[in-house]
Every structure is written in structure tokens, then in C-alpha cells.
């Protein structure tokens, strides 16, 4: 049961590229969710999505575009990459539970990003 | 939006029980109470959450006030695998669905 797959596990990138973070779930969740973690530092939340073709901001999201074309799949992409991205950054997704809270959220093993 | 607070860092012995607090005071009525933690360089896994009621689960306990100001986890025989950072989290503002973490609560178990 693979659960939640980011892909790739390590990139490095100069100022001003462009890539795309991908992730792919196989729980057939509705929710899922972008987060990015400075050193030491928590999690803050990027992007989410409740569905396909539904994606709303987090805390952060500014220098970041997402897309959710289907249920399993919700990549993250960097348009002009800046020092200030240098992060790791975690996918996750769930389930949606009773009377619309959240159940528990799937990590996947995050990205580890540095812009030079 | 709804604030958690949590010490920076707590220390255990091997073995021994460990009580992690989060405080809570602006929850609102509806919001449920969710912990997780990040063991090192790995990404968050759940551990447990609740409404109102206490509630066990194999990994932990989780004790929630009278008043739902706040709440604690209960690992009950902490093993140095449980070092790790334990996060207490509420929902993101009503009507949205996404868990806003903060800094957590750094662990050290020693043996």
C-alpha cells in the first residue's frame, strides 16, 4: 500500500527556475494538502484541495500554483524560484469524516528543496 | 483562528510515562482536538484526536478539560522511538478543512 508518493525526494534549483512537486495518493481521499517546513521550524500550509477541480490558499502561497485535475493526483509547482523557498515540503491527504471535519492526515516522505 | 500552545521541549526517561499539555483556551465549540508528531526527517504521522471525550488509541491517550481549554497527550511508556515532535493542532477557522500546525513540542527520551 503505497499511501501518499512525493516525488522527487531531492532537487536543487537555481533562482529563477521553474519545477513542479509532484504527489499521488491510492486512498481515493477527497482532501489534500501542500505544507512547507523551514529548519526547525513547523509546518505552514500552502494549498489545499477538497476535491477535484477544488483548490483554495493556505497561510502561504504566494510563488506557488496548484492544480487537482483528479482524485489522486495534486502537484505543487514554482513558477520563478527564490532563496526564500528553500524548504522541505510535505504532501498529505484525507479523508473527509462525519459532519465534514477531518480525519486523520497522510503524510507523504517530502521533498527536500534548495534554491541557489 | 483557533491558537494552540505548547512547551518547546519536554524531557522523559525510557519507560516512563509522559504527559505532553497543549493549552487551548479559544477553541471553539465545534473544533476537534488532533495530535501528530515528526519523528527525525521523516514527515508528520497522526497519532490521535478527539471532540470532547477522552480517547485511547494503541499509541497514546488523549485527556481533554472539562471546559476544552486544554488538553494532554499520555504516551504511557515512552520508548526512545517516541522522540520526536508532538504537535497539537486545532481545525483551521471554522468552515475551512485544513490542520494549521505550529512549533510543537520537542521530546527527548532518555534511556
Known amino acids: 500500500n503505497a499511501g501518499v508518493t512525493q516525488t522527487p525526494k531531492f532537487r536543487i534549483l537555481k533562482i529563477g527556475q521553474s519545477m513542479t512537486l509532484q504527489c499521488t495518493q491510492d486512498m481515493n481521499h477527497n482532501y489534500m494538502y501542500w505544507y512547507r517546513q523551514d529548519p526547525g521550524m513547523g509546518l505552514k500550509l500552502i494549498y489545499y484541495?477538497?476535491?477535484?477541480?477544488?483548490?483554495d490558499k493556505g497561510e502561504v502561497p504566494n510563488g506557488y500554483n496548484v492544480s487537482r485535475s483528479t482524485t489522486e493526483d495534486f502537484p505543487l509547482r514554482l513558477e520563478l524560484a527564490a532563496p526564500s523557498q528553500t524548504s522541505v515540503y510535505f504532501c498529505a491527504s484525507s479523508q473527509k469524516g462525519r459532519g465534514g471535519t477531518n480525519e486523520k492526515l497522510f503524510f507523504g516522505s517530502g521533498t527536500q528543496l534548495s534554491v541557489l | 483562528d483557533a491558537k494552540t500552545t505548547q512547551p518547546n521541549s519536554m524531557e522523559s526517561n525510557e519507560e516512563e510515562p509522559v504527559h505532553l499539555p497543549c493549552n487551548h483556551s479559544?477553541?471553539?465549540?465545534?473544533?476537534?482536538i488532533h495530535w501528530y508528531r515528526q519523528l527525525p526527517s521523516q514527515g508528520p504521522e497522526y497519532v490521535i484526536h478527539?471532540?470532547?471525550s477522552n480517547v485511547n488509541n494503541r499509541m497514546a491517550s488523549l485527556a481533554i478539560a472539562e471546559d476544552r481549554k486544554s488538553s494532554t497527550l499520555i504516551l504511557h511508556r515512552a520508548t526512545l522511538r517516541d522522540a520526536a515532535v508532538y504537535y497539537c493542532?486545532?481545525?483551521?477557522?471554522?468552515?475551512?478543512?485544513?490542520?494549521?500546525f505550529g512549533s510543537g513540542t520537542r521530546l527527548q527520551v532518555q534511556p
Open positions: 484541495s477538497v476535491g477535484a477541480g477544488i483548490t
Open positions: 478527539g471532540l470532547t
Open positions: 493542532i486545532l481545525r483551521d477557522r471554522a468552515g475551512r478543512r485544513a490542520l494549521t
Open positions: 479559544t477553541i471553539s465549540g465545534t473544533d476537534y
